[in-house]
């Protein structure tokens, strides 16, 4: 994510991105006895607008257009565009109510959701949004900071973190996340490939220099499992071709830029 353009009122931003996961296995799927996807694609670019209002309100909104495929921008059908917009609104000096709508044709949900959110800042050590989507930080000291956040349906992340120094932190974390696809060889344009997994793990992360961090992690991945359905099966039980996949543990390194 970039700035593109700026005022004194106004914000435009660049985002875009990319993901891939090779997958190594003999598996198949059960019903229709095709191969297990070897590989997975979510790549997406889009621009995003805020603007600062007279009266102290803000309003934005973002466009994005994307492919999550097996083999992505295959095919008209294997493009998405998601759409969001928000509306800040203060209440007070420090709290705010936030309105939003989103929509995302590769998500759990894939169609508009409405969000609803007051968010309470009482002091610097605690804030919250509090309703959709749900977010606490609080830190209790300059030392502990713990947050999590919660989005409709499967979406679950939870975080305490221990600073040693200004350079060096450790933290543990749980997670409940999803992916969703759609594979090239569907026979229905409405068919989606979903992955879930659970994971809880601890690390360290170290400042190396401003703008760039490094961690470590390492935990325990479990409850995982695949399956295809249409896009609005994570409400119901319509689902074929589910694949368990193993507990096991995990290891982990990342390294982030911020400029």
């Not at 621009?47 to 102290?56: I, Y």
């Not at 759990?108 to 605690?126: L, R």
């Not at 994570?234 to 543990?249: E, L, S």
Request: glycine share 8%.
């Amino acid at each position: 994510m970039c700035p593109v353009w700026m005022d004194g009122t106004n914000r435009v931003m660049f985002m875009g991105g990319v993901s891939n996961r090779l997958i190594q296995t003999d598996a198949v799927l059960p019903d229709t006895g095709q191969p297990y996807p070897s590989e997975l694609w979510n790549t997406h670019v889009g621009l995003m607008f805020n603007r600062q209002l007279d009266n102290g309100w803000m309003a934005g909104g973002g466009v994005n257009l994307g492919s999550a495929s097996d083999r992505p921008f295959g095919a008209l059908r294997d493009m998405n565009i998601g759409m969001n917009a928000m509306l800040r609104v203060p209440q007070g000096e420090h709290n705010a109510w936030m309105f939003s709508l989103m929509y995302s044709p590769m998500s759990e949900i894939p169609f508009p959701i409405p969000g609803v959110a007051f968010n309470w800042n009482p002091s610097e050590q605690f804030h919250a949004n509090i309703g959709i989507p749900f977010q606490v930080t609080y830190r209790p000291t300059d030392d502990w900071t713990f947050e999590v956040m919660y989005m409709p349906i499967h979406t679950i992340h939870a975080k305490a973190t221990y600073r040693f120094s200004e350079q060096i932190r450790a933290f543990a974390s749980y997670d409940w996340a999803n992916e969703v696809y759609a594979l090239a060889d569907r026979v229905e344009d409405n068919e989606r490939f979903f992955m879930y997994d659970q994971r809880a793990a601890l690390g360290l992360e170290a400042t190396l220099v401003r703008f760039a961090t490094v961690d470590v992690t390492g935990g325990y991945a479990f409850d995982r499992y695949s399956y295809e359905g249409s896009q609005t099966s994570a409400f119901n039980a319509t689902q074929i071709n589910r694949v368990d996949i193993g507990t096991g543990p995990f290891t982990a390194l990342q390294l982030k830029l911020r400029f």
